[in-house]
């Protein structure tokens, strides 16, 4: 099997500026790729730094490719034996580490292994999984699965991952025999840490000072946290270009707005930029703005005042908004979220608009206020996607009466309803609510802004727009972010992409694309898989016993496999030269890099073909670019 060539990279820096000190902090300054700095550098060291192991003991670290929980996993415990699938991982992971006398390196295929051994402790590194979702464990029952096996029965199951997945590891967590877990970040960056036991409850953990970052000045400067489902490599020159199309919807939403005398603000992540950056955030992908409730529903009368390229989504012109907010998009492009895979709804690039309303002075009322919000807000989103469960507050019967409560409520209804709660307030106050935040892990269905603040305005520009921005901003963007706004990391909200993006396409193709294998009783010719192992084994366990998978081809640059479930893989020089004829057949993408992919089957002639993704979110991931460099001889 060939290494990857982001995974030769990786040893070829190692090789290149480590020597042996285990940490390359002063080398990753001069570059600025989060995956080299989260895996190369030493602040991975304080996601494991706090967790005391037991004096004498040893510890089993399962996918931990590049070793960066390695060394302070060597550290703590009295022995440390770590797998990795390749024997290129190994001899890395010994240039990295000479030093550490208690290592021991073993090499295992993740899915097949078995060390006839038990460990006090397991430490699992899912840094570089994403497949860990309730509806496809595949990845976590991966590496997980084989690691547990070896774990005492009263031993601690450790667990480090990326991203808001919590929820989805500790239900899988349950699902084989863990009872008990407690977790947190402790790098406040969305490095998620968990420890789990089949048999006792867990000590409250000491958890040390949080660390700085490494040389917070270039972080500052350059880093990009990843968080959520946030990317290993952000491509920064596609999400120039996307926020060249919001740009220009402000600009036509601004001259809309200006003609009917209408107020609109900057808000959140945007208002940020404005006042601190003079434009949009570094890596940010958003635009945000906000108006007051009256100004906002005159908006909502002007709709035939964006046609062509431009459409104005309300919540009444299409069946994808629960929060009661309305986005502006272009029709020529594509902005598709997950969520809306499958959803009938324009998916083009677009900003959002917010409408402000009055708040209630009355703490109780307020309150009260809020929780009929978000019950109204909670239905829509029930009825508009009621095949997925995305409220994780709440327990799987009470999600399911939202879902058939809201099969028989008119949507249109349900609308009228949210808003009228929404517009119910004090006639004057000193604070304003932005109340479409839909509270999906229960948090408020609110953020508060001082109506103070909106008093007088100046204007400014934003990316060659002028906007009025609020006289009191300092006072929205403390009541927002707290104290230290202007000192946040460059992409502010380290939150997901919003959207799989194409600023040439429309986004109608590309729902073509993604419906490829949705419905598979009707697929009647055969199916040719592009695209790498994982992501063939993943179609393969949905997909083969439904349609008729004719060929598994590889594609220049993967992984080179035999077979996978017993279908033998071709290289995509073998199926070139069988010469069949590309309507013969479904061409279907199965990659983790899908944009490289497409790049391949266009350039060999493919003009129809459909893109598999084994988890939703994957498409998110799919607007990375991996800027490698060349490495002519490794």
Known sequence: MELPKEDRLFIAYMSSFLHGDEYGDAFLENDNRDDLYWSLGSIRRHSFSFFSVKEGTGLLLVGDKFGALTGIACEKAAYVDTVVPMEEYAIALQYRYVARTNLHIIVKEYDDWNLEKKYPYVLVNLDY????????????????????????EDGKLLITARGDCRWNIRRLLYQIGFCYWQDCDPLGNGALFIEASRTEHLSAWQLETQSPLVNDKWVRKHWIPARGGELFDQDLERIRQVVKVQVDLLQKLIQVCGEAGLKVYPMYGTLLGIVRDGGIIAGDDDIDV???????????????????????????????????????????????????????????????????????????????????????????????????????????????????????????????????LMKQGDAEGDKLAIYCHYGMNGEKAAKYLNAAAFRRTIP??????????????????????????????????????????DVDTPYTVYKKRFGGLKHPETIQE?????????????????????????????????????????????SWEEFAALQLPMDSYRAVICSGDAREAERILRQAG?????????????????????????????
């Open 460 to 501: 400014l520009m934003y990316e060659g727009v002028r906007m009025q921005v609020p006289t009191g901003w300092e006072q929205l963007l403390r009541g927002l972010y707290g104290d230290d706004y202007g000192n946040r990391l460059g992409f502010a909200e380290g939150k997901w992409r919003h959207g799989f993006y």
């Open 290 to 420: 906000a108006m007051p409730r009256d100004d906002y529903d005159r908006l909502m009368q002007l709709t035939e005042k964006f046609d062509g390229k431009y459409f104005l989504q309300t919540p009444l012109s299409e069946d994808c908004f629960y929060g009661g907010y309305t986005k502006l998009r272009n029709r020529e492009t594509t902005a598709i979220h997950p969520q809306n895979e499958w959803v009938d709804v324009c998916e083009g690039i677009g900003i959002d608009i917010f409408p402000m309303d009055r708040c209630y002075a009355d703490k109780g009322k307020e309150e009260k206020k809020i929780r009929k919000i978000r019950t109204w807000q909670r239905l829509l989103y029930a009825k508009s996607y009621g095949y997925f469960r995305q409220f994780k507050d709440m327990p799987l019967l009470r999600w399911k009466s939202y879902k058939y409560i809201g099969k028989i409520i008119d949507r249109d209804k349900m609308i009228e309803k949210l808003n009228d």
């Open 129 to 152: 999984s994403y497949g860990y979702t309730i509806q496809d464990p595949y990845e976590f029952d991966r590496l997980v699965g084989p690691a547990v096996k070896h774990l005492c």
């Open 526 to 570: 055969p199916i040719v898989l592009f695209g790498d192992g994982s992501v063939f084994q993943a179609c393969l366990k949905y997909y083969k016993s439904r349609v008729q998978i004719a060929h598994l081809v590889q594609l220049p640059g993967e992984d080179t496999m035999e077979e996978v479930m017993g279908i033998p893989v071709e």
């Open 606 to 634: 493919y003009k129809n073909y459909y893109i598999f993704w084994y988890n939703r979110n994957w498409m998110l991931y799919a607007n990375q670019t991996w800027i490698w460099r060349e490495i002519q001889q490794l």
